[in-house]
């Protein structure tokens, strides 16, 4: 099923309603949908580098738009789909990101935004927690913006060959980055809460 739904975005990042079909892939996989917009953003900035930066942009603004979606069905419908999601693989990702929230707020939604972790997951869960909307806004954009951009300009500047990469460059950079952060959380709190 997976394989599929993959092949049929790749398809449509070469149609001539491409942008729109981004626009619709970001905001649909921050609330809702499994598969991220990486796969459809990477063809299209390798064929237009000259508009990879504004492709970044737009997912960035569209994912983030989704996120705050993913919010509300949070705030105001989590007990409908709380059911749904314990049968689901997506249950241990939100008892994580239930975890990651009360220690850690503001940045748990920058690492999920940015790293290979379901930032889906995370939109659903803060808006489930009363998390306060500004700083997850923000944290979104940030941590959206960083990934998609950075997408955007490894694609412009390395062309067909980093494209082959991509996925396992994600992950290792989304990897070292949530490390990074939690190491950082712990000397925090060990030197200045301890």
Not at 23 to 40: H, N, R
Not at 53 to 70: D, K, M, N, Y
Not at 130 to 151: C, E, K, T
């Amino acid at each position: 099923m997976f394989q599929k739904s993959y092949d049929k975005i790749l398809q449509l990042s070469r149609h001539r309603h491409a942008s729109r079909y981004l626009f619709v892939l970001s905001f649909t996989e921050s609330s809702f949908f499994p598969i991220p917009p990486d796969v459809m953003l990477a063809p299209m900035a390798l064929a237009q580098p000259d508009k990879a930066f504004r492709f970044a942009l737009l997912t960035t603004i569209a994912s983030v738009l989704g996120g705050i979606f993913g919010y509300m069905i949070g705030y105001f419908l989590f007990d409908r789909i709380e059911p749904w999601l314990q049968t689901t693989h997506y249950w241990d990702s939100y008892l994580i990101a239930q975890s990651w929230f009360k220690d850690w707020g503001f940045w748990a939604v920058f690492v999920a935004g940015f790293s290979p972790i379901p930032y889906k997951v995370f939109t659903i869960a803060a808006g489930a927690m009363n998390m306060v909307f500004l700083p997850f806004v923000i944290a979104s954009i940030i941590g959206r913006g960083g990934r998609f951009f950075l997408v955007a300009m490894l694609l412009a500047a390395g062309g067909a060959k980093f494209e082959s990469k991509l996925r396992e460059y994600m992950d290792r950079l989304g990897w070292t980055i949530v490390a990074l952060v939690v190491i950082g959380g712990g000397i925090y709190k060990l030197f200045y809460q301890g």
